[in-house]
C-alpha cells in the first residue's frame, strides 16, 4: 500500500516533462497540424467563393425589390469605376445597381439614381456574364435570363459558382467543379 509520504516523496521527484515526453508532443502536435492545414485552406476558398457569388446574387434582389418598390426599372451593371456602367461582361471589377428611369438598360444617366455600389471582388477571381447589365421591370421581371460564372484563381474541388437569374427575376446559385 503507498503511503503518504511515498507519494509526496514521488511527486517532489517528477516535477517536469522528460525530453522524450517533450519530443513525442510536438511529433504528433507537427502530424495534427499538417493534415488540418490543407483542409482549412479549401474550406477558406469555398467560404470566399460563396460569399463573393452571394454577392452579386444580393445585387440583384436588391434591383428586384427595388424596381417592385418604386415601381420602375432598376438595372444591374459591371462597373470599373463603380459610377458609370462598363461595357464589359467582366464583373470582377465591381457592380452598380441604379434607378433606370429613361428605360435605357445599361446606361446611367442624369434621370437615374445611383442605388448601391459593390467594389472590386478581393482575391483576383474571374466573374464574367453572358451579359453587361440586367434590367429588372416594375413587376420585377426581367427580358432575359442571365447566368454568370465566379472562380477563384486556384480553384479546387466544386469552387465554381454559376449565379442564375430566371425569366421572372429570382436567382440561384450552384457550385460545380472546377475546370
Request: charged share 15%.
Amino acid at each position: 500500500m503507498l503511503k503518504m509520504a511515498d507519494f509526496i516523496m514521488f511527486y517532489r521527484r517528477n516535477k517536469g516533462f522528460t525530453l522524450i515526453e517533450l519530443m513525442v508532443t510536438l511529433a504528433v502536435a507537427v502530424v495534427l497540424i499538417t493534415v488540418a492545414v490543407p483542409g482549412f485552406r479549401t474550406m477558406i476558398q469555398n467560404n470566399r467563393a460563396s460569399t463573393q457569388a452571394n454577392e452579386l446574387l444580393t445585387a440583384f434582389m436588391l434591383a428586384r425589390t427595388e424596381a417592385i418598390k418604386r415601381g420602375a426599372p432598376v438595372s444591374v451593371c459591371s462597373s470599373t469605376n463603380q459610377t458609370t456602367c462598363a461595357a464589359s461582361t467582366d464583373w470582377a471589377t465591381g457592380w452598380i445597381v441604379f434607378t433606370d428611369e429613361a428605360g435605357t438598360s445599361g446606361v446611367l444617366d442624369s434621370t437615374d439614381q445611383l442605388i448601391r455600389v459593390w467594389e472590386s471582388l478581393d482575391g483576383a477571381p474571374t466573374l464574367t456574364g453572358a451579359t453587361q447589365n440586367v434590367q429588372y421591370q416594375a413587376s420585377g421581371l426581367v427580358a432575359a435570363t442571365s447566368s454568370f460564372t465566379l472562380t477563384l484563381p486556384d480553384c479546387k474541388g466544386n469552387q465554381v459558382q454559376t449565379i442564375n437569374i430566371n425569366a421572372v427575376g429570382s436567382g440561384r446559385i450552384t457550385a460545380s467543379a472546377c475546370p
